[in-house]
Nanobody, 116 residues
Framework: QVQLVESGGGLVQAGGSLRLSCAAS????????MGWYRQAPGKQRELVAS???????NYPDSVKGRFTISRENAKNTVYLQMNSLKPEDTAVYYC??????????WGQGTQVTVSS
């Protein structure tokens, strides 16, 4: 059974930091491309960071320079370090794992709330 379990969300003031974690089980984690997405109320889910199995990263302009994605294959875990948080970063954050665009798994999400 495949599971992606996010943790680390919470309430933080604008300008603060949070680190999200996503622990994977049931997959060969090291060969999966991983990503973090977020969805705010009334908005579509959007990509905030991705990292390939080889370690290449990608960020949209909205978070570039503030968010950092990393992975620790020995722990089957992907992280999202979020700095200089803004109220518009408030959303549910989801972890996603993809292999060959055929095997796609999502976590259940973790709430991040940034107060002004």
């Amino acid at each position: 059974q495949v599971q992606l379990v996010e943790s680390g969300g919470g309430l933080v003031q604008a300008g603060g930091s949070l680190r999200l974690s996503c622990a994977a089980s049931g997959i060969n984690f090291s060969i999966y491309d991983m990503g973090w997405y977020r969805q705010a109320p009334g908005k579509q889910r959007e990509l905030v960071a991705s990292i390939t199995a080889g370690g290449n990263t990608n960020y949209p302009d909205s978070v570039k320079g503030r968010f950092t994605i990393s992975r620790e294959n020995a722990k089957n875990t992907v992280y999202l370090q979020m700095n200089s948080l803004k109220p518009e970063d408030t959303a549910v954050y989801y972890c996603k794992g993809v292999l060959y665009t055929k095997y796609i798994y999502w976590g259940q999400g973790t709430q991040v709330t940034v107060s002004s």
